[in-house]
């Protein structure tokens, strides 16, 4: 099997919906979290419409909305106006704009300010794994998250003409992009929903690739104020082993550019429905771990000591989550087909859409937001921030993973996010 995008690997689970509108489970749900979030919406917005044959665990724009707490601020106004997300993918999605419209339609969304830029003319397409239609749904999903979720943000796809795969394959070019959103001030918030296994970036050439990746991350947070999110990947405690990515691991190991200390990094969670509750669980496929390259960075030095013995002087990924469960997905439109699509490649459009509406409430670029978010992990209103996870674990085949437990775990980090109360108080900590 060839290495796909993060959220590809997921989407060939749930692939018979394409044609037959009903799921094959891919990951068995076994446990459920102890902390439980009232639904104050409708069922109606809850659940996906009928004619869309999707099963019941399909999520709305709207009900991600209110599991997240984006509800209030969207109706306050706050929806993303005058900010820009950046995506950056390999080629695009030829039918973005037409998948875009039939589901903006369909949930009652404004039109989408969407704009695709592929900038690096000078290099040939490479597409050594056939990935286009993989990077094309890949694209799709993001972009469908964030508008649901900060639907007056301006999105920009950037496209790259090379296959990001494993080890240093597809990062140079990739990197050009960075520098070229820099350059080009496109905008303030960057999202990654890809990464490359540390072991097959464990050479001489990708630990220069890396470095270069650490400079101009730490330049685009410190003097141009980007936020960076990224997704921390989806084979639990572990990931490839080899560039081709036939094979995983059998230790433990973290992915880039999740790992890196100037990055927000998303895990994962499954989100469980029950009549006028949600509550949520570790998504057993989140990526989690501790960094081979990486110290522990400044803001997880805030960390409890127990948590500190863990991270023995490692960079911990992720630092947040959001729902990566392909079954307990939100609808995606591609080709006018509808399915379920999951994996940390949905997770981290879902803080990409926060710190929209965050620079919007703030008034001016947030930047980086980890020192903020770990702050708030020591304050007396973590619990009401933060929907904190703690049942499940990452475990994978034979390489043990995670628990998720009380506070900040390398499953799902510090939590899930309840937006109308973390912003304005992230606002707060950042000043």
């Not at 439980?36 to 019941?56: E, F, G």
């Not at 050594?128 to 639907?151: C, F, M, N, R, Y």
């Not at 522990?296 to 960079?315: C, G, I, K």
């Not at 919007?360 to 980086?368: C, D, I, R, V």
Request: charge should be negative; aromatic fraction near 6%.
């Amino acid at each position: 099997m060839t290495r796909l995008p993060r959220l590809i690997v997921l989407l060939l689970i749930v692939l018979p919906l394409f044609a037959s509108c009903s799921a094959t489970p891919g990951n068995t749900i076994k446990t459920t979290a102890n902390k439980v979030t009232p639904v104050t919406t409708s069922t109606t917005a809850t659940s996906c419409p009928t004619k869309l044959k999707l099963p019941p665990t399909c999520l709305t724009p709207q009900a991600l909305r209110d599991i997240y707490g984006f509800t209030p601020l969207i109706q306050k106004g706050y929806t993303g106006q005058g900010q820009t997300i950046i995506d950056i993918v390999s080629y695009g999605s030829p039918t973005l704009q037409k998948d875009m419209d039939l589901y903006d339609r369909t949930f009652g969304l404004p039109p989408i300010n969407l704009q695709t830029i592929a900038p690096l003319t000078d290099i040939p397409e490479t597409d050594p794994h056939h990935d286009k239609a993989g990077w094309a749904a890949e694209t799709t999903l993001d972009v469908q998250i964030i508008h649901s979720l900060a639907p007056a943000a301006k999105i920009i796809v950037l496209a790259s003409p090379v296959d990001e795969v494993e080890g240093t394959t597809g990062l140079p070019e990739f990197l050009q992009l960075e520098q070229y959103a820099i350059n080009h001030k496109l905008g303030n918030i960057i999202s990654h929903s890809w990464g490359a296994s540390e072991i097959t970036l464990n050479t001489s050439a990708g630990r220069a690739e890396m470095q270069q990746w650490n400079t101009l991350l730490q330049q685009g947070t410190v003097n141009d104020h980007i936020t960076y999110v990224a997704s921390s990947g989806d084979q639990g405690a572990t990931d490839y082993a080899d560039i081709n990515a036939t094979k995983l691991a059998t230790v433990p190991t973290t992915n880039f550019i999740a790992d890196s200390p100037w990055v927000t990094s998303v895990g994962g969670t499954s989100v469980h429905q029950n009549k006028n509750t949600v509550s949520e669980s570790a998504w057993p496929s989140s990526g989690g771990g501790f960094s081979r390259f990486y110290a522990t960075p400044d803001y997880q030095q805030s960390l409890p000591q127990a948590v500190q013995t863990e991270l023995h002087n490692r960079r911990g990924v992720p630092d947040v989550a959001a729902d990566a469960d392909p079954l307990t997905g939100l609808a995606m439109v591609m080709g006018n087909s509808w399915t379920l699509a999951g994996g940390t490649s949905a997770s981290a459009p879902v803080w990409a859409a926060l710190a929209a509406i965050a620079n919007q409430m703030a008034g001016h670029p947030l930047g980086f937001i980890n020192p903020g978010l770990y702050a708030l992990a020591n304050s007396p209103g973590y619990e009401q921030d933060f929907h904190d996870v703690t049942q499940g674990n990452n475990t994978n085949g034979e390489v043990k993973g995670y628990p998720a437990v009380k506070g900040w775990d390398p499953v799902t980090g510090l939590g899930t996010p309840d937006a109308q109360y973390l912003i304005p108080n992230l606002i707060l900590a950042l000043k």
